[in-house]
């Protein structure tokens, strides 16, 4: 999956670049590969990840399960954004509702963390998941920074990013 990349010559802010960005290919490409990533993370979690988890430590299960939350994590805040945009495209809200209605992508804080020490003992195919989904989440929060000329959305304070620092805590993960 090729890293896809906007100058921002190519595309200025405002409202008319965001309705341009969701009727473009670029957009199509990228929430097709967001959906197959989707049904691939499910698949897996679903089938083989499960089987593979019953046979990983105690300490290895949560970092697993740690892991394995900060990958459905980045995929549902990829997804939400992607069709907020398809919404646009569609015409069932205006690209000035983006922010206002918090459709921007949120969980930065958790999405582009890096993984929990000892995230490289954990089954290939999640790994693999992880960085597959890291990468699109990077894309993506480029673009959203873009096309929002990189006016930085004020987060509260994650309740994720603070369950994942008391397990890795009480863990000594």
């Known amino acids: 999956m090729d890293d896809i990349t906007i100058e921002h010559t190519d595309m200025p802010p405002g409202d008319a670049s965001i309705t341009a960005f969701a009727a ?4 199509f490409r ?11 993370a499910a698949d897996y979690l679903e089938q083989e990840g499960v089987t593979e988890r019953q046979h990983l430590s105690q300490k290895m299960s949560i970092i697993y399960a740690c892991e394995s939350m900060r990958l459905t994590t980045r995929l549902m805040q990829v997804s939400a954004w992607l069709l907020a945009m398809r919404a646009i495209r569609q015409g069932e809200i205006k690209a000035a509702e983006i922010e206002v209605r918090g459709y921007r992508l ?15 003992l954990l089954p ?13 989440y990077e894309r993506v929060a480029r673009l959203d920074g873009l096309l929002f000329a990189n006016n930085e959305q004020p987060y509260a304070h994650n309740l994720v990013v603070a369950q994942l620092s008391r397990i890795e805590q009480a863990f000594s993960i």
Do not use: N, W
Request: aromatic share 4%; net charge positive.
């Open 24 to 27: 473009s290919d670029l957009f």
């Open 30 to 40: 990228i929430y097709d590969e967001s959906m197959a990533l989707v049904r691939q």
């Open 106 to 120: 949120g969980a930065k804080e958790v999405c582009m963390g890096g993984p929990v020490r000892g995230a490289g």
């Open 124 to 136: 290939v195919r999640l790994i693999t998941l992880m960085e597959t989904s890291k990468r699109l």
